[in-house]
């Protein structure tokens, strides 16, 4: 239901057959869905959607009739859509959320709380939408992004050292991993989340712009998922109403029920690379302390016995999100560093020799 700004006559029929054409598409998308959809409310939800969308369609061709131009013989759905379908079909729908939202496919908050068996229906309005978090989220990433830069740093020391490394060059080689590491991972974490941001704001602002063409419209898909969701046929309809006539409210309620998005997720770039710089940089830093205290082999041996450390402690922090005991998750870490470092040593030692 792409809006698009009317300008002149032309303008106004380019706009009637590019939205003639998305309603088609999303119609067929939906029946392709339906029949993937295992879920019988969900099912229905998705053919209920269909038809809304076929209607739709009908509006756009009552535009272009009226503009003298065309009906399009055949809407057939894009590459991406057919790829999407056929994954979907094999590992199910809910893992598809991401690429779906990105199709504009509505509905696809049913599927952040699957409801427990038998379907028990919402009970009040504050349930709507809600996000059930875990919390913790930054805490653990930052945990893990300790736990990379321990890793990988500690192994290319380890690495060099097997090579026969001067002191200095392992101190050179350990500066040179966290820089490259730390702006490796900052890099890769704001091209993420900016490429996730671009996306949601791209499809919050065609949201919008659709409330504002076609609020009636809006309100019948957010009753239709409101009831899907357990709500009375006749509550959902009344939530909806409601939620309409508030734009704003109405804008963050599409955002999250028909597209499973929350506005107020979006996250900061910057941020998020910033966080990633400085997690990734203080794992990195422990195994190259000793280096700029000492050197020779009691700063490699501490480095070892420093790494070992700090490697049983964040498998002993994980164990604070997986549940598992602290003493077995931190033996656990500790095995998979020192594996890591233990080829790394050999590899290093092996190619020293070769290239002496």
Known sequence: MRATPIRSPEHAADAAREGYLEEIRSSRLYLELAAIETEARIARMYRDLAGMAAQQAALWADRLRAAGRPIPPDAPPGLRARAALALARRIGIRPMRGVFAALKVRGLSVYSAPPAPGHPRVTRVDEIGRRHRTGGGNLRAAVFGVND????????????????????????????????????????????????????????????????????????????????????????????????????????????????????????????????????????????????????????????????????????????????????????????????????????????????
Do not use: C, H
Not at 200 to 229: M, N, S, V
Not at 308 to 331: E, I, N, Q
């Open 149 to 356: 830069g321990l890793v990988s740093n500690a192994s290319l020391i380890m690495g060099m050292a097997g090579a026969a490394a001067e002191p200095r060059m392992l101190l050179l080689a350990g500066v040179a991993g966290l820089l490259a590491g730390a702006f490796s991972m900052a890099a890769g974490e704001y091209v993420s989340v900016r490429s996730q941001r671009e996306v949601f704001e791209y499809q919050i602002g065609l949201e919008r712009e659709e409330l504002e063409e076609y609020p009636q419209a809006e309100a019948d898909e957010l009753a239709l998922i409101y009831e899907t969701k357990g709500l009375e046929r006749d509550e959902a309809r009344r939530l909806a109403q409601t939620l309409i006539a508030d734009p704003e409210r109405a804008l963050d309620a599409l955002a999250r029920e028909e597209l499973g998005l929350n506005p107020d997720e979006l996250g900061s770039p910057w941020g998020a690379a910033s966080a990633s710089f400085l997690a990734f940089g203080a794992g990195a830093v422990i195994p190259l302390l000793p280096f700029l205290l000492d050197e020779g082999p009691r700063a490699f041996a501490a480095s070892v016995a420093l790494a070992a450390a700090a490697l049983f402690g964040v498998g002993a922090t994980l164990s604070v999100f997986t549940g598992r005991s602290a003493f077995a998750s931190g033996l656990r870490m500790l095995a998979i560093g020192a594996t890591a470092g233990a080829a790394t040593y050999g590899i290093g030692s092996i190619v020293g020799v070769g290239v002496g």
